[in-house]
């Protein structure tokens, strides 16, 4: 499959203030073929429905969703995120995860999509073990039950480079080769692999002590190491450089969550160096598109603080922006496209 342009719904606005209607006519109007189905936006629909957050509400709002993207010729690509799953520690917590899990499984068929997304776990470390054993059996567990579905579903496991005891790729990857399950792969993230390895928002420079170096070793062992088939899609993002360090005292502090996380809602699209883009995100496309020679759905998931701006434009503006970073990767990368 050439690669595609896609975008996360709510890399267009948040749900409490933006509608998702609009938020598709805004993605097709630029060139988005495209969404990654951000549960947020499914909530806020099964909410407005009388009986509120109930199963069949939600069930019902996926079949809204569907309409609205079969209306607009937008394929779902993947419903997430299916948060804080592997290894929790509270065996009654597990047992509802893999509850959600069935609903999810539901859910994703209506869409229309077999991908659901599961980030890595970023809950307290008291509450979750280290143990890879026990991580590897929850992800074995949850693979086996989608391969069960018909179609069965697939999981793009995702390192987030906040997450409490996964947040490399290397750790994803030694995840995902343990699992060896078919249906169990990744979705690899421009910044969540240079914001772990390059990044250091809590520092002066905004970099770790080594970015450069260890960035260019850390795409070097990833273009060795990684099977391009277990790559369900990708990720490409980038972030801003903050004018000062992200600890106590500065605005986007939150002292119980790591300054990553705070950071995370600084990304910006690609080639947005304007904004103050400085991730080597480039160098980590090239690995991925010219290095792995990934081909397939490149999704835009922006997060930012300007997604809860609640003037009527916003929509638009971010539609406008993330297809034009898709020209501009399509350019610096000759890609190959389904048009």
């Known amino acids: 499959m050439p690669c595609r342009p896609a975008i996360s719904s709510m890399s267009l606005g948040r749900a409490w203030v933006h509608e998702l209607p609009n938020k598709l006519d805004q993605a097709v109007k630029h060139g988005f073929e495209g969404i990654e189905v951000f549960y947020e936006d499914l909530e806020y629909i099964a909410k407005a429905r009388a009986g509120g957050l109930t199963d069949a509400n939600k069930l019902a709002a996926a079949h809204t969703i569907r309409a609205l993207c079969d209306e607009r010729d937008l394929a779902v690509i993947g419903l997430q995120p299916c948060l804080h ?41 008291d509450q979750i073990t280290s143990d890879l054993d026990t991580l590897v059996a929850d992800m074995v ?17 995702e390192s987030l480079c906040w997450g409490t005891y996964v947040d490399t790729w290397e750790q994803c990857w030694e995840m995902i080769r343990r699992v060896d399950r078919p ?77 990553r996380m705070s950071w995370s809602r600084c990304r910006l699209f690609y080639g947005e160096e304007d904004r103050g883009a400085y991730l080597p995100v480039k160098e980590v496309t090239r690995a991925l ?24 434009e916003t929509p638009a503006e971010h539609a406008r922006r993330g297809g034009e970073a898709w020209k501009r990767l399509v350019k610096d990368f000759d890609l190959k496209t389904a048009a």
């Open 141 to 157: 567990e949850v693979a086996d039950l989608g391969a069960r579905e018909e179609p069965p579903i697939r999981f793009a496991y």
């Open 289 to 312: 598109l010219e290095g792995l020679k990934f081909e397939g759905w490149v999704s835009m998931e922006l997060f930012n603080r300007s997604m809860t701006d609640p003037s009527p």
């Open 85 to 125: 799953y592997e290894g929790l520690k509270d065996e009654r917590e597990h047992a509802a995860r893999i509850d959600k899990f069935k609903l999810w499984f539901r859910l994703a068929k209506i869409l229309g999509t077999d991908i659901v997304q599961i980030p890595s776990n970023f809950l307290p470390a």
């Open 183 to 259: 249906n169990f792969g990744t979705c690899l993230d421009t910044f969540n692999i240079a914001g772990r390895v390059y990044a250091d928002p809590a520092a002066a420079s905004g970099k770790t002590a080594n970015a450069d170096a260890d960035m260019a070793a850390s795409i070097a062992r990833l273009v060795k190491t990684f099977d391009v088939t277990k790559v369900f899609y990708v990720q490409i993002v980038d972030a801003e450089r903050l004018d000062k360090p992200l600890v106590q005292g500065h605005e986007y502090y939150v002292a119980d969550q790591p300054a």
